[in-house]
């Protein structure tokens, strides 16, 4: 199945300060996998129940959280590793540069090698145009 992705419109100014109009690609999100949709997916391909793998779910969201707080990165094979990035303002030595300064910037996540792996199998398709005068509702 191909991927769908729009066509985004991005005005920007140049190095001359002149504005521009660039055209992107953009993935549409079909749908996004609720919690209990994966954990559904996971008793279905496993001997795990339901209540099992929410269970585990929650547990490694716990410990996940708990591991960032503690500094530790967690990786997940065949998923990837979630760590934090941080930051502070540039100072003129390092001395300057205290503990009250560095502030938690993101939570990041690297895939892993297998995880990237399906970049390499993917297909894509334009989104096509909904019929002139079509009027929807978004849920």
């Given amino acids: ?3 769908t992705y729009r066509i985004w419109k991005k005005k920007f100014k140049n190095k001359d300060g002149q504005v521009e109009e660039k055209f992107f690609a953009c ?6 996998l609720s919690t209990q949709e994966v954990c559904e997916q996971i008793s279905e391909a496993s001997s795990l129940t339901e209540g099992d793998v929410m ?3 929650l547990g490694l969201s ?10 530790h990165n967690v990786n997940l094979e065949g ?3 979630i760590g934090l990035s941080v930051t502070s303002a540039a100072m003129d030595s390092p ?4 503990k009250v300064k560095v502030k938690a910037k993101r939570v990041t ?6 995880l990237k792996e399906i970049l390499k199998t993917l297909r894509f ?3 096509k145009a909904a019929p002139k005068g079509l009027v929807s509702k978004k849920k």
């Avoid at 993935?27 to 996004?32: E, I, Q």
């Fill in 95 to 98: 001395k300057d540069i205290s």
């Fill in 27 to 32: 993935k549409k999100t079909n749908r996004t």
């Fill in 62 to 71: 716990k410990v996940t959280q708990r591991a960032l707080s503690m500094g």
């Fill in 55 to 57: 269970s585990a779910l």
């Fill in 79 to 81: 998923i990837g590793t």
């Fill in 1 to 3: 199945m191909a991927i």
């Fill in 125 to 127: 398709a334009l989104e």
């Fill in 109 to 114: 996540f690297r895939p892993d090698k297998r």
